[in-house]
């Protein structure tokens, strides 16, 4: 892996922005997002867009989603012995949740934070049976009273952010990392635009991400009527679900993922048939998803006058927690995908996967 590519998978995936939080992820890609599009849009949920313009104005216009935030807390109170009672943001498994570092970030600062756990010793009393509640995992910052903690600031709705460093794993074939759901969708994006920069593309090409998606696909839809895609691609990191079988579904180092079906979308004959066929054709290594949960694409598709959508992507174990392992070679067959995609969707093909029968 480059360098280049190394250091803004650790940059993208160390920053920190629930659902409702995402201003310093958004600001970072501004930054890397301007340097590489025509024009830079805002929705004013706060999901970014950049925009590649196409010299004729009937140039079919191809979207990119990807979502700035990850899961994390909020707080609801503080107890008289300046304890942290939070709510879920995002879909936790609460048996992960407990004994882990966190970032806790008030109106004008940051502190380190701590889930509680319950000690081995009170578990051997009987004490506790059954899977925690996450609205009984306080959370620890250190403070001795209500009155300490209120005084640095801590108030009902700051938001607390799990607190990880990314690591490359020993065989350099495997990375661990904190949000690869889905800083994953902005890597990809700003590698594919850097990488097509010199291309001459058939298509005005939106590329960029959304807000809120991990509490509703909330973003998504200002997104889409704001700019009036033909076709939407949600790019986002699927719960693999391999380390048991092979034959179960989201293989790591099986390749990209295509979801051709979940609660919310079933994907569109038409569209489905052009990804595999380009897929194929540029052997880019790619594998069928049947999903439990969602993306943007759901929201993206019933939208305007309707817009045929899926999501592409990645399989990677122990998404929403502080510790994701994702494969290199499915990043990069995702990356490749996005990118192939990007050069072969002009006016025609765009066309027949929208009306054609």
């Excluded at 910052?141 to 607390?160: L, N, Y």
């Excluded at 509703?216 to 839809?221: C, Q």
């Excluded at 986002?236 to 679900?241: G, I, L, N, T, V």
């Excluded at 990118?339 to 027949?352: F, G, I, P, S």
């Amino acid at each position: 892996m480059e360098e280049r590519i190394w250091n803004r998978i650790v940059k993208y995936t160390e920053l920190q922005g629930t659902s409702g939080q995402e201003h310093a992820i958004r600001k970072a890609f501004r930054d890397d997002l301007t340097l590489l599009v025509d024009e830079v849009v805002q929705n004013g949920l706060g999901g970014l867009y950049g925009i590649r313009k196409h010299t004729d104005a009937d140039a079919p216009r191809v979207m990119f989603g990807a979502h700035l935030d990850e899961v994390g807390f909020i707080v609801t109170a503080v107890t008289a012995r300046g304890m942290l009672v939070v709510a879920p943001v995002g879909g936790w498994n609460p048996y992960t949740v407990s004994a882990q570092r966190f970032t806790l970030f008030t109106r004008d600062a940051s502190y380190p934070v701590v889930s509680s756990a319950v000690s081995p010793h009170f578990l051997r009393e009987g004490g506790v049976n059954g899977a925690p509640k996450i609205e009984d995992i306080l959370f620890d910052g250190g403070f001795t009273s209500h009155d300490e903690a209120w005084s640095f600031g801590i108030r009902p709705g700051d938001f607390i952010v799990p607190d990880v460093k990314t690591v490359m794993l020993a065989n350099g074939k495997r990375v661990v990392s904190k949000s690869w759901d889905n800083r994953f969708g902005l890597v990809t994006i700003l590698n594919a635009l850097e990488n097509l920069q010199h291309d001459a593309l058939p298509n005005t090409l939106i590329m960029g991400a959304n807000v809120q998606e991990e509490v509703g696909l909330r973003g998504v839809g200002p997104a889409v009527n704001q700019l009036q895609p033909d076709l939407f691609f949600a790019l986002d990191s699927s719960a693999a679900d391999d380390t048991k079988s092979d034959q179960a579904q989201g293989q790591m180092d099986g390749g990209a993922l295509l979801r051709v079906f979940d609660p919310g979308v079933i994907m569109p004959l038409r569209l489905k048939e052009f990804v595999l066929d380009t897929a194929n054709d540029a052997r880019i290594p790619l594998q069928y998803f049947v999903a439990k949960g969602g993306t943007d694409a759901h929201g993206a598709q019933s939208q305007n006058n309707g817009i045929p959508s899926v999501a592409l992507g990645v399989a990677s174990r122990y998404i929403h927690t502080h510790q994701t392992v994702w494969s290199v070679a499915d990043f990069e067959a995702a990356q490749a995908l996005v990118e192939t995609l990007a050069r072969k969707l002009d006016k025609t093909t765009v066309h027949d996967i929208v009306y054609g029968d």
